[in-house]
């Protein structure tokens, strides 16, 4: 009986042994990496908080667009965020990411993400895996993409679009964010500061939806018949979800569960409400405080603080989100009398937020905050030149690449659907679904 029970016990003992073995192993092979488990978690929620922002996307422009094209627009986002993980796989993160190539791109070793794995790359994330900060920054490639989706809605043929998808993201995202954020890029060797996408993602995707506005003309009727949005609910939700989203996307830049990223999570707040309380007392001011003019403001300011997240304190947030109201909502009474369709206000809002919180950065930015950062209140009024030149830089490229490759794909395919499925609808005409029964 005792002998039983011994080997009872022994059973129990070898047990706990073999998985206290496991557990340790497990743990020396991450200290081994240098792998830092409350970073690597703080990336994933970051990077699946970024996720959300892509249908928020969807929601957000769906709801300001006439019930006929409803689905269709939440259709773009949603499509961008299977095609763009695709592209992102493939070759999208070697472009942006892989190593350099003069400044300018990065190379193809990382086809396939061949080399990325669990190991960090002390490049970028010395702390995560390889994969999880190619993950992140594969949702900063795909929401780029669907925001440019706001300047053609309503007329855009859904073939076009995801020709025009592939090609901008591959020949305007990628090669600006490896200038900016890859190692060897010329804008981040100069000395450009972007904590989070001012011009990585924001400029680059205001000024692209200017560009490809130009190109497909206005829609049918613009300025002479009602195109009101259909369910502003909607474009509140919308707003909510990408406020909530962009925590990760600006804290979660820090890449790391630290002090700089809950510093970036207070400003990216702080200016979110200063941006939406000054666009509520401007549209007060000139008519009534309105709904959309206050959800618009909350994501005008998330824009503005997007570049300077890492750099500037909770004061100079303030600043930034509330000029960037200012700014933006001008900007968007300059575009409806010049009489140009760019449907959402995508360059008023992120070309024009953008600019601004690119610049503010070289203003606010202090080593107080992270040494990595110094402008103008440091003493250090070289960085605002260089954000400028940054700024002037990304300005030209998308606009310029987007003109063009705009320009050919209208003249091969064509960008616009004919006239009479434009006048149903492209829920029917190019998805044969209803948003609504």
């Known amino acids: 009986m005792e002998i039983k029970k011994s080997i009872h016990y022994l059973k129990y003992f070898l047990i706990a042994a073999i998985l206290l073995s496991i557990f340790a192993d497990a743990a020396y092979a991450e200290e081994e990496l240098g792998i830092d488990t409350g970073d690597t978690a703080w990336i994933l929620i970051s990077t699946a908080l970024v996720m959300l922002m892509i249908p928020a996307v969807g929601l957000f422009y769906g709801g300001m667009v006439r019930r006929k094209n409803a689905l269709s627009t939440i259709m773009l986002s949603f499509a961008i965020l299977a095609l763009i993980s695709v592209q992102w796989v493939l070759f999208g993160y070697s472009l942006a990411f892989g190593p350099d190539i003069g400044g300018v791109i990065g190379g193809l070793d990382w086809l396939g993400l061949n080399g990325v794995g669990q190991e960090p790359n002390a490049d970028y994330a010395a702390t995560i895996p390889g994969l999880a900060f190619m993950m992140f920054q594969a949702m900063f490639a795909i929401i780029t993409v669907a925001l ?4 053609f809605v309503e007329r855009i043929k859904f073939s076009a679009f995801m020709i025009f998808a592939l090609l901008w993201a591959t020949l305007v995202y990628d090669p600006i964010a490896h200038w900016v954020w890859g190692t060897g890029g010329w804008l981040g060797e100069m000395g450009a500061l972007d904590f989070a996408g001012g011009t990585v993602v924001h400029i680059s995707s205001g000024i692209s939806a200017l560009a490809i506005a130009l190109v497909i003309g206005a829609r049918k009727g613009f300025g002479k018949q009602p195109m009101e949005p259909h369910n502003i609910p909607m474009t509140v939700i919308g707003a909510v979800l990408l406020w909530f989203g962009w925590f990760g996307f600006n804290a979660g830049s820090a890449l790391a569960s630290d002090g700089l990223a809950v510093s970036a999570f ?42 300077a997240a890492g750099f500037v304190t909770p004061l100079a947030a303030i600043i930034i989100g509330a000029a960037a109201a200012v700014f933006s909502y001008y900007a968007m009474l300059f ?103």
């Open 335 to 437: 575009r409806m009398k010049r009489n140009i369709d760019e449907s959402l206000d995508v360059w008023a809002c992120h070309g024009i937020g953008g600019t601004w919180g690119a610049i503010a950065t070289g203003i606010f930015a202090t080593a107080a905050v992270n040494s990595a950062g110094s402008g103008l209140i440091d003493g250090n009024a070289g960085q605002v030149v260089t954000q400028i030149v940054a700024v002037g830089v990304v300005w030209v490229y998308a606009f310029v690449v987007t003109f063009i490759l705009a320009k050919v794909i209208d003249a091969t395919i064509g960008l616009r659907v004919r006239e009479e499925e434009e006048a149903v609808g492209l829920d029917i005409a190019q998805h044969a679904e209803k948003a609504y029964a």
């Open 266 to 307: 207070v400003v990216t707040n702080t200016a979110a409400a200063a941006a939406a309380l000054m666009w509520t007392l401007l549209s007060w001011y000139h008519k009534r405080p309105s709904v959309l003019g206050t959800a618009t403001g909350a994501v005008v300011g998330l824009v503005a603080i997007t570049p």
């Open 148 to 151: 440019i989706t706001g300047a």
